[in-house]
């Protein structure tokens, strides 16, 4: 066996061979420890070889089907989506043949050739997205596709500074983590690439002070996810849209989180009735696939010259299939109407119990509760829903696949009206 490298090595997460205690070990919901024969959990398993930066939830999915998941001894009703990707849930039959169609067809080729898939991926995202955004980058995940939106904007404007808003979260990479709202706790790198400045939340002032001659671009998200869903007044927004016309400086919405349907339309900028620059978006359009992408106006498009952005796996004939095939789902089965009627239902019902009001829009909703959201999420998981928690304390996070059903909201309902108010 390989000796570890550094003493400090030795102590970070059970060593192999101590872990042979907890192979015996089970955790419940609970958190209570019971015996089984022999099996490490997956968790166990897993603490192995990987590196331990997740704060991970005491179940372990074997399968999934619809927006069930299936751990083994129990089902669990899947109201957090895997972070917000699953837009189709899983095991979705069109999806699936999809993927292995296109599998069987063309696994892979890079963006050194042409592929008539791409071709249609780009095609069909554009059309779905806001009218003047026709032109896409295609990318891997959603702080790949903020990075670039960051890098064009220095690049097109010439300047330093970049303005985003308190409590946002654009991802984990350079730029992105720069304008990540509490970042320092883990952004690491010695310097940030550019200037930052963040706006209080729905303040206009502090905007017209932020905003200047030296903004290269403004960052945000119009409903914060990671925040706990909370979608910002649109009047504030507008008023960053005209202090960005005015001043020259790009507007870069970020919908990693709230695009794709999620929020009852294409995008949240639809709701908002604004024109960004740039539109990235990235969990739900691949529908579980990785990938993301970056959406600009034909002025910026213009401006691209060859080299200037690159991606081995962007593009990707199987992700550009996924893409195609979740737009065209969400699309024939109505599912922007399933997801307004859905929120609609959650906003009428879920009031009860510890929760005592709903923020978000669409299937991007913060249940704010009487009492730390950690714990009504725990409860919520011993009765087989699992719901998420955010940066807010207080609020419950709720980003279900859009085929959520009636019956599934009418069980959170029960659910949450059975818990302790206090
Ligand atoms: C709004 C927003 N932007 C960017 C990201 C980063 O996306 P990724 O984790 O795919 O890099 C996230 C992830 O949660 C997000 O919610």
Known sequence: MKQPASPHLEQRGPSREGNAALH???????????????????????????????????????????????????????????????????????????????????????????????????????????????????????????????????????????????????????????????????????????????????????????????????????????????????????????????????????????????????????????RPDILTTAKALGGGFPCSAMLVTDDIAASARPGDLGSTFGGGPLACRMIQTVIEVIEQDNLLENVRARSAQIRASCVTGPVESVQGRGLLLGLRCRRPAAAVRNELLEKNILVGTSADPHVIRMLPPLILEQHHVDKLAAALAALPED
């Open 24 to 274: 015996e070990q089970h955790l419940t919901v609970a958190g209570a420890v019971t015996t089984e024969m022999n099996q490490p959990t997956a968790r166990q398993a897993e603490a192995q070889h990987l590196l331990q930066v997740y704060g991970q939830l005491p179940i372990e999915p074997v399968s999934a089907h619809g927006i069930m998941l299936d751990c083994g001894d129990r089902q669990v009703i899947d109201f957090y989506g895997g972070h917000a990707v699953a837009s189709l849930g899983y095991a979705h039959p069109v999806v699936v043949e999809a993927l292995a169609a296109q599998a069987h067809t063309l696994f892979f080729q890079s963006n050194a050739v042409a592929l008539d898939i791409r071709a249609r991926a780009a095609a069909t995202l554009a059309a779905f997205a806001p009218d003047g955004l026709d032109t896409v980058f295609f990318g891997n995940s959603g702080a790949e596709a903020n990075e670039n939106a960051l890098r064009l904007a220095c690049r097109l404007t010439g300047r330093n500074r970049v303005v985003a808003i308190e409590h946002g979260f654009h991802g984990r990479t350079a730029a992105a983590g720069a304008v990540t709202w509490g970042s320092e706790k883990w952004y690491a790198f010695p310097r940030r690439p550019f200037d930052v400045d963040f706006i209080v939340r729905d303040s206009v002032e502090s905007a017209r002070k932020l905003i200047g001659e030296n903004t290269a671009a403004v960052i945000l998200e119009l409903v914060q996810g990671i925040a706990g869903a909370v979608d910002l007044d649109p009047e504030f927004v507008g008023g960053i849209a005209e202090l960005c016309r005015r001043n020259g400086a790009l507007l870069i919405v970020d919908e990693v989180q709230s695009g794709v349907g999620r929020c009852g339309q294409p995008f949240a900028t639809d709701l908002y009735g604004i």
